[in-house]
C-alpha cells in the first residue's frame, strides 16, 4: 500500500520560534496534500489542501500566515508553524492523494508542544 | 456544509464480543473511508468503500450510498482493536477535501 512518512513525530519548541512539519510520501506521487490539526478527543479538522506547483488553499478560521504550506515537490509537503504560541500545542496531520485516486493515506502524525 | 455523525460515540466490550459502528452523512459521496486511530495518533486505513460490502478478516464494512450511511463491523474484538474508530468522506461536488465523522471511541476489556 501507499506509505506516507511524516517527520518529526514529536517536537518541543519554545513560544516564539517557527517549527517545521515534513510529511512524504514515499512510494506514490502526491499530486495533492492535506493537512490536519486534531485536539484531544476531537476529530480532525482539515487546515489546508496544497496542490503542488500552487499555492495552497486555507480553510476558512486558519491563519495562512501563521501555518505556512509549501508543496515543492510531488513527494514532499511541509507545513511551519510560525512563532508558535502554547495555544498552538496539537497533534498534526497530514495525508496524501496521488492522482486520479479518490483514497487518502496519512502520515503518522506530528505532535506539537509549545512552552 | 456536509455533516458526517458517528454512533455509538463510546462503546466498551468484553473481548471476543461483535460490534457493529455507523456512520450518517448528509450528501452524496464519491468516496468513504474507515480508519482506526491507534494510541499513538496513527490513523490505519481500515476499508475505502464508496458503496458495496468488503470484508478484511475479522473487520468488514458496507456502505449504502442511496441511503447515506456505513457500517463497520467488528467480530470477535480483540484488546488491539481498541482506539478510536472515524469515517471520512469525499463528496461529488468537485470538493478534494476529506471530511471526518465525530469518531467511535472503542474499549475492549479482556
Known amino acids: 500500500g501507499a506509505v506516507v512518512s511524516q517527520h518529526p513525530s514529536r517536537v518541543i519548541c519554545k513560544s516564539g520560534t517557527s517549527v517545521k512539519i515534513e510529511c512524504r510520501s514515499l512510494d506514490f506521487q502526491a499530486t495533492t496534500m492535506f493537512w490536519y490539526r486534531q485536539f484531544p478527543k476531537k476529530s480532525l479538522m482539515l487546515m489546508a489542501t496544497s496542490n503542488e506547483g500552487s499555492k495552497a488553499t486555507y480553510e476558512q478560521g486558519v491563519e495562512k500566515d501563521k501555518f505556512l504550506i509549501n508543496h515543492a515537490s510531488l513527494t514532499l509537503s511541509t507545513l511551519t508553524v510560525t512563532s508558535a504560541h502554547p495555544e498552538d500545542s496539537s497533534f498534526y496531520i497530514c495525508s496524501a492523494r496521488m492522482y486520479g485516486n479518490t483514497e487518502a493515506f496519512f502520515g503518522q502524525g506530528t505532535r506539537l508542544t509549545v512552552v | 456544509g456536509i455533516q458526517v455523525e458517528q454512533s455509538p460515540p463510546d462503546l466498551i466490550l468484553q473481548e471476543g464480543a461483535n460490534s457493529t459502528l455507523r456512520c450518517n452523512f448528509s450528501?452524496?459521496?464519491?468516496?468513504l473511508q474507515w480508519f482506526h486511530q491507534n494510541p499513538w495518533g496513527q490513523l490505519i486505513n481500515l476499508f475505502y468503500?464508496?458503496?458495496g460490502t468488503k470484508q478484511n478478516g475479522r473487520l468488514s464494512a458496507t456502505t449504502v450510498a442511496t441511503e447515506r450511511y456505513s457500517l463497520l463491523y467488528i467480530s470477535s474484538s480483540q484488546t488491539t482493536d481498541s482506539g478510536v474508530y472515524f469515517c471520512a468522506i469525499r463528496t461529488n461536488f468537485g470538493n478534494e477535501k476529506l471530511t471526518f465523522g465525530t469518531g467511535t471511541r472503542l474499549t475492549i476489556i479482556p
Open positions: 450528501d452524496s459521496v464519491n468516496n
Open positions: 468503500i464508496p458503496s
